[in-house]
């Protein structure tokens, strides 16, 4: 788009300068003063579009970038939540596999079941536990990483306002040139 602008301007400059009476008298007076002002034209012409192109480039990596770091912190933000909700689950079945503990005890003091039982239930409290102390380390772990991620994810944000900000203040003082002349 700013590529059009530029060519259009430098299509209206150049018929200015052809077509205006001014310059038909300045054109037969000084020949190499209008090319070399025409060169000159054409060599902002060519580093403004060198800077656009330079700027689409960045910007394109800039939003990619930023979209694989929004994936990321949302595939965290699902494994923290399933690691709290499994924490959830699992500390509701504890004072339930705590009772079946003692009921199990209690029966076998009574003669009702056997030392394998007790020790498969006492297992299956203890495996409770053990699982439940693991989803508590991968929730630290999570965090700590899904705290990193949204770190990395506003600093991509900043960098591609910054990239916005300068491809408008290049646009500004293009326009400003442009003007001018």
């Known amino acids: 788009m700013k590529a059009s602008r530029l060519v259009t301007l430098f299509a209206i400059a150049l018929f200015s300068v052809v077509d205006a009476p001014d310059c038909q008298a300045q054109t037969a007076s000084k020949p190499d003063q209008v090319v070399q002002e025409l060169l000159s034209e054409v060599h902002q012409l060519r580093v403004a579009m060198q800077q ?57 003091e009574r003669g009702v079941i056997g030392e394998p ?22 929730e630290g772990q999570l965090s700590i990483e899904l705290t990193q991620e949204r770190n990395n994810l506003a600093d991509l944000n900043k960098r591609l306002d910054e990239l916005e900000r300068e491809i408008l203040m290049t646009g500004l003082s293009n326009q400003k040139t442009n003007t001018k002349k």
Do not use: C, W
């Open 52 to 108: 656009m192109s330079v700027n689409a480039y960045r910007g394109q990596i800039m939003v990619e970038r930023l979209r694989l770091q929004q994936e990321t912190v949302a595939r965290l933000s699902r494994d923290l939540q399933d690691v709290r909700s499994g924490i959830t689950e699992l500390t509701a079945l504890e004072p339930v596999a705590k009772e079946r503990v003692a009921d199990a005890e209690d029966q076998f």
């Open 117 to 138: 039982r007790v020790k498969e239930i006492r297992a299956n409290l203890v495996d409770l536990k053990r699982r439940l102390q693991s989803l508590a380390e991968r």
